[in-house]
């Protein structure tokens, strides 16, 4: 392919788990070096001496800085502190020291705590930020937070990062919602994930089974899910409902033996690598969030085929469908009428096809191919400026 052969270094806290940033990462990063010979690195601080979740070229190095940032979970809050900014000189000093050994074309962050320093490291190298969430959900502080110092740490805390943001080169969002939460910047250009896997076939919609794939987290919204499934399995008695992700299930567990749900019928799974299967083995797809950056698992339920059911949450669900075309968008986060729809597209097969159908045109402006041209076009535009 002719295309310049640029040196790219990604800065990611780690590719070891099954989240969402991780798989993209691993999927851009692995179609630049196997397509368009870019020469790619993945620099990570967590995880040392494990393998990467998810498949990765052979041609992508990974370099593990051995920091640990995950250790401050674990301790208590003085000592939180003393560590965090330990680890922050280190992960610098450690950061630096690879970028001016490799002098890359291009330095790619997931704004995580890279962002306070990124820009200083005078590498040679155009920095561009890569935001997976929507601003109100960047670090979770509350508007309305009654307490005064969280008021004032928020406020000092955007302060900086706007700050940051606006030194970087470019600030690449997901949606045209994420673009237009960040007024203060100039540098903003949308670019959406790519779907991690080919459109090569498609569901028959006919195994009665819902599925979920995301986190066992508050911000991924499985309660309110079991709440709307608690109401659903009351009328539809030949549908179960899968659950897959990382996290802790416990809560959940506890909730579906408080609602009564039949366990026969509402499974609660860990994390996998081949979620293709999975979604073809189904016949509906719910995304329950409270609020998504993005929603990949939403172009890649569409890319099987599947109706996808989602909370029109901030903002990426609203991004990616729309309403009774190829998707349902249903009131944040009206339980309620979560269980109707779900319950409507059981009973009928001829709705699931046509609005499966739409899904998986849709999903094709997501196509690795188109989302790494955008990338590749940006890159060439910014050499040549």
């Known amino acids: 392919m002719n295309c310049h052969q640029y040196k790219i270094v990604y800065c990611a806290p780690a590719i070891y788990s ?20 870019y ?13 990467c979740f998810f498949l990765i070229s ?13 250790e401050l979970w674990k301790v208590s809050f003085i000592k939180k502190v003393y560590l965090y900014f330990q680890k922050q000189r280190r992960y610098r000093k450690l950061l ?21 320093f990124i820009n200083s490291i005078q590498d040679g190298s155009k920095k561009i930020g890569e935001l997976h969430v929507n601003r109100s959900n960047y670090r979770n502080f509350t508007k309305n937070d009654s307490n005064i110092f969280k008021r004032v740490f928020a406020f000092f805390w955007m302060r900086d990062l706007l700050r940051h943001l606006k030194a970087l080169d470019r600030m690449v969002v997901l949606t045209d919602s994420a673009k237009n939460d960040w007024p203060e910047l100039s540098n ?25 794939i995301g986190r066992y987290a508050y911000e991924k919204g499985n309660d309110l899910l079991l709440q709307a499934w ?50 073809l083995n189904s016949s509906l ?15 890649e339920a569409m890319a099987c085929g599947l109706p996808v059911i989602s909370f029109d949450c901030e903002n990426g669900p609203r991004n990616i469908i729309t309403n009774e075309y190829d998707g349902i968008l249903v009131k944040a986060f009206d339980v309620d009428e979560y269980a109707q729809q779900i ?34 076009t940006m890159f060439d535009d910014m050499m040549s400026n």
């Open 188 to 212: 903003v250009i949308k670019i959406p994930d790519p779907l991690p896997f080919r459109i090569d076939s498609n569901s028959n919609l006919s195994t009665k089974r819902i599925i979920n």
């Open 58 to 70: 052979p041609k992508v190095h990974v370099v593990n800085l051995h920091l640990d940032f995950e």
């Open 96 to 116: 630096t020291k690879e970028l001016m050994r490799i002098h890359p074309d291009f330095t790619i962050s997931v704004l995580r705590r890279e962002i306070n």
């Open 230 to 279: 608690a109401k659903v399995e009351k009328r539809c008695n030949d549908w179960c409902l899968d659950i897959y992700g990382m996290g802790d299930q416990q809560p959940y567990q506890h909730l579906i033996d408080e609602m009564g749900i039949d366990k026969h019928r509402c499974h609660l799974y860990g994390s996998l690598s081949n979620v293709k299967e999975e979604y």
């Open 39 to 51: 020469d790619v690195t993945i620099v990570v601080t967590e995880g040392y001496g494990k393998d």
């Open 343 to 376: 319950l409507r597209l059981t009973q009928d097969y001829y709705l699931r096809k046509r609005i499966g159908g739409a899904a998986q045109t849709t999903s094709w402006r997501y196509a690795i191919e188109d989302v790494a041209d955008k990338w590749r």
């Open 18 to 37: 099954a989240g969402g940033v991780e798989r993209v990462v691993s999927v851009k990063s692995s179609y630049f070096a196997e397509v368009y010979g």
């Open 285 to 299: 797809f719910v995304l329950p969030s409270r609020f998504e950056g993005f929603g990949l698992v939403i172009i």
